[in-house]
């Protein structure tokens, strides 16, 4: 059986509780389909072009911000954008993957990262109202998404660890086809989101992953187990 072979877009520190977590989250969601995965942490640093990235069959922009090289993750989710590669952003991967929407799709070439730009002109990416960091609350799932399908059910309950997220100012803007929105909090506010022109591109603020501490398989990351073995 060919293993799935999975890019882990980050970097690696063991003290980060969703780096701890994804590694287990795939292990389990492989064995839940029937498969085998081979995952590779990919440091940001490594990446300058698609010749990194290329060989893998999806690509998960995992949680972890800063990055190290905010380019090499912008790279590898451009690439899984355009070369239709399944792809996976949590929690910074999914704010990422906004501003490279913002950035490359709708022109925004000034859209930034409050976190790491903090008078940006344009930034997408802003402080949340209050403070994510360690919380757990309720997700509404976007009935015909890929999230709801993934989930089968309407609502769920998921950890999170951030500051930021989608700023109010633009998500008009942002989530209009081909990026829409796939998930809310109770209050309405944007926690998940996926294109509607691709097999499996989707990105959630909270971290399903976390579910395989518990020894649960999230299948959030089983479907995109599936889509990378398609």
């Known amino acids: 059986m060919t293993a799935i072979r999975i890019a882990m877009v980050g970097d690696h520190d063991p003290s980060i509780v969703a780096h701890r977590a994804a590694p287990r989250a795939l292990a389990l969601a492989a064995a839940s389909i029937g498969a085998t995965v081979e995952p590779v942490w990919l440091p940001t640093e490594r990446i300058t072009d698609d010749t990194a990235i290329a060989r893998f069959d999806g690509l998960w922009c995992v949680p972890g911000t800063p990055y190290r090289n905010e380019a090499g993750a912008l790279c590898a989710i451009r690439f899984a954008r355009l070369e239709r590669r399944p792809f996976l952003g949590t929690c910074g991967g999914f704010q990422h993957a906004v501003i490279e929407h913002a950035r490359a799709v709708l022109g925004w070439s000034d859209a930034a990262f409050a976190e790491t ?102 299948p959030l990351v089983a479907a995109f187990l599936q889509a990378a073995r398609r």
């Open 117 to 218: 730009a903090p008078d940006a002109q344009r930034p997408v990416i802003a402080p949340l109202a209050c403070s994510l960091v360690e919380v757990t609350g309720t997700v509404r799932l976007v009935p015909g998404t890929l999230l709801h399908a993934a989930y089968g059910v309407d609502t769920i309950v998921e950890g999170y660890h951030c500051n930021f997220g989608v700023n109010p100012a633009y998500r008009d803007s942002i989530f209009a086809p081909p990026l829409r929105v796939a998930a809310v909090d109770e209050a309405g506010d944007v926690r998940g989101a996926e294109r509607n022109d691709h097999p499996f591109f989707v990105g959630t603020l909270f971290q399903p992953e976390r579910a395989a501490l518990e020894g649960r398989v999230p």
